[in-house]
């Protein structure tokens, strides 16, 4: 025997998984999080990658997307991120493919964790997705690429102290 379930509701739109994940896939966090009651998540192990961040003075860690799980529009997103020791840090995530670096077509999460010093290779990392603040795009130099995650960065943090 199945229960009746009564549709849900929010703000005139019928709650669903499908329409959630179209929400996610098009970089809709701040409504896909209302829905879900909490942001979208990737936890996963910090890998090791070309250390380009490192050179460009915004050290990044790199997280892949295991098989089922979803993901958001390739963009430049403001997160949370919590480390191992429960630490809490404002982040800007990258997800996509690094067109301007990267010749491959890998989907990866790169973060830069503003304000923080350590080594997290090999650490279980959870990043929270807030706001797609722009779409990921191909830049003519690495000093473009460096000027715009300065402003990423400085809009990630904006973005949680209400500036």
């Known amino acids: 025997e199945c229960d009746n379930i009564a549709e849900v509701r929010y703000k005139g739109i019928t709650s669903s998984l499908t329409y959630i994940r179209k929400l996610i896939t098009e970089g809709d966090m701040e409504q896909a999080g209302e829905f879900l009651g909490h942001p979208h998540v990737l936890t996963d192990i910090v890998r090791y990658g070309y250390r380009l961040g490192r050179t460009l003075g915004t050290p990044t860690i790199n997280m892949c997307f295991q098989e089922g799980v979803l993901i958001p529009a390739y963009g430049v997103y403001a997160t949370r991120v919590y480390l ?4 809490e840090h404002i982040g800007v995530t990258n997800v996509g493919i690094r067109p301007t670096v990267n010749n491959s077509d890998q989907v990866t999460a790169e973060t830069y964790i503003l304000n923080f010093t350590g080594n997290l290779y090999g650490k279980m990392v959870r990043v929270e997705f807030y706001k797609r603040m722009r779409p990921e795009i191909k830049f ?5 690429l460096k ?3 300065r402003k990423d960065a400085e809009n990630s943090y904006n973005y949680f102290h209400g500036i």
């Not at 003519?140 to 473009?144: G, L, P, V």
């Open 84 to 87: 191992d020791d429960n630490s």
């Open 147 to 149: 000027e715009q995650i």
């Open 140 to 144: 003519n130099s690495k000093d473009e």
